[in-house]
């Protein structure tokens, strides 16, 4: 499965933005899926992460209450939807999917332990103050 992320830019602090993940190449996409990012000189981390089998998304603690994670199932996209943005959540968002491990895994574990099967290329968001 490819992963194309979209929809990233400049905006300022406060302001919000939308950006989407298009899943392509098979029909069998992973059943979990999520945003992590990667801020200047740091590691990836996870942002949020949704299960198709579950209702409710897990999001990390700065992402609680500002972000909301969705996907759209006939089209194959998922979503970020980033409200409230702070010149701290500037980085690089990527989009991952991989079924083998649960949403609660990716919120707790460290990214690269998980080695996330599916990557895609990554946005800019960049948060000015």
């Known amino acids: 499965v490819q992963l194309v992320e979209s929809g990233g830019g400049v905006v300022q602090a406060g302001g919000s933005l939308r950006i989407s993940c298009a899943a392509t190449g098979r029909t069998d996409y992973p059943l979990v899926m999520g945003w992590v990012r990667q801020k200047p000189g740091k590691e990836r981390e996870f942002v949020a992460a949704?299960?198709?089998?579950?209702?409710?998304?897990n999001y990390a603690d700065f992402a609680k209450d500002r972000f909301t994670i969705f996907r759209d199932y006939e089209k194959n996209t998922m979503f970020l939807q980033m409200d409230g943005l702070k010149p701290e959540d500037t980085g690089l968002y990527y989009c991952?999917?991989?079924?083998?491990?649960?949403?609660?895994?990716?919120?707790?574990?460290?990214?690269?332990?998980?080695?996330?099967?599916?990557w895609g290329q990554g946005t800019l968001v960049t948060v000015s103050s």
């Open positions: 991952a999917g991989d079924s083998r491990h649960i949403t609660s895994a990716w919120k707790y574990t460290p990214i690269a332990t998980l080695q996330l099967r599916h």
């Open positions: 949704i299960d198709s089998r579950l209702l409710t998304p």
